[in-house]
């Protein structure tokens, strides 16, 4: 019995070790080369800043914390790449692959993203002023707790996504596809937002004062306590939407 009771926790601690080790290991990547930087590689011990790296391939790198200011990554593949807390004012990346990665804490002031694959990226409480993300195709994105001010938005896919209790004042939105996506607690005041696909998003506590929505669709939203103060309808589709505020017109 005591044989018995002893292999037990032999093998229970086995399993302990592997469960608690393995999310470890495979976070470990090996320190890159700084002058030919490759994928799946930590490269956070680099100084890229002001650098150009045109088409090249970091997907599943480690890039976090780095300073990228005026760096030029268009047509990168950043699939899976970690960015986190990195700053990444003034730079380039048009036409790259994000999917996946993860921008978290990022400074992005005037940072360009156009023409970009960002599906299923983080972008927690990234800061955001004056970026542009125009025509890019984010459905699923993480933008919770996101600094927005004055961003580029047109025919911006974040379908499904998260913009929970992100600041947007004034951000231009025209023709973007927030369908399905949650923006409680978003605060959209004065924003530019025609012809935006709201269908089937959460709005509650959403502040759209002063917004521009001419147009856009909110089929099957619900904009429970959103404020909706001297805003700025015309073709605008509630059909279907609940819990609709004062000042909404009669569909």
Not at 134 to 160: H, Q, R, W, Y
Request: proline share 3%; hydrophobic share 40%; glycine share 10%.
């Amino acid at each position: 019995m005591v044989g018995l009771r002893m292999m037990r926790a032999a093998l229970l601690l086995v399993a302990v070790l592997l469960t608690t080790t393995s999310p470890v290991l495979a976070d470990t990547l090996p320190k890159g080369n700084c002058d030919a930087p490759a994928p799946k590689t930590d490269l956070t011990h680099c100084k890229f800043a002001g650098g150009k790296f045109l088409k090249a391939d970091f997907h599943g790198a480690n890039l976090s914390g780095l300073d990228l200011t005026n760096t030029d990554f268009q047509g990168c593949n950043l699939e899976g790449a970690n960015l986190a807390g990195a700053d990444l004012q003034w730079s380039k990346f048009m036409g790259c692959n994000l999917k996946n990665a993860n921008l978290s804490e990022t400074k992005l002031f005037h940072t360009r993203f156009d023409d970009s694959d960002m599906s299923g990226a983080k972008m927690i409480k990234a800061f955001m002023f004056g970026t542009n993300i125009n025509f890019v195709n984010a459905p699923g994105a993480d933008l919770t707790g996101a600094n927005m001010k004055d961003v580029n938005m047109e025919e911006t896919s974040i379908a499904g996504g998260s913009l929970r209790d992100a600041y947007m004042l004034r951000g231009f939105l025209m023709g973007s596809d927030f369908s399905n996506a949650d923006l409680s607690g978003a605060d959209m005041t004065g924003t530019t937002s025609e012809e935006v696909n709201f269908s089937g998003a959460k709005l509650h506590n959403t502040t759209l004062k002063g917004s521009h929505l001419e147009r856009a669709s909110f089929e099957g939203a619900d904009l429970k306590g959103a404020d909706v103060t001297n805003a700025v309808f015309d073709e605008t589709n509630f059909k279907g939407a609940r819990n609709l505020p004062a000042g909404v017109p009669a569909q």
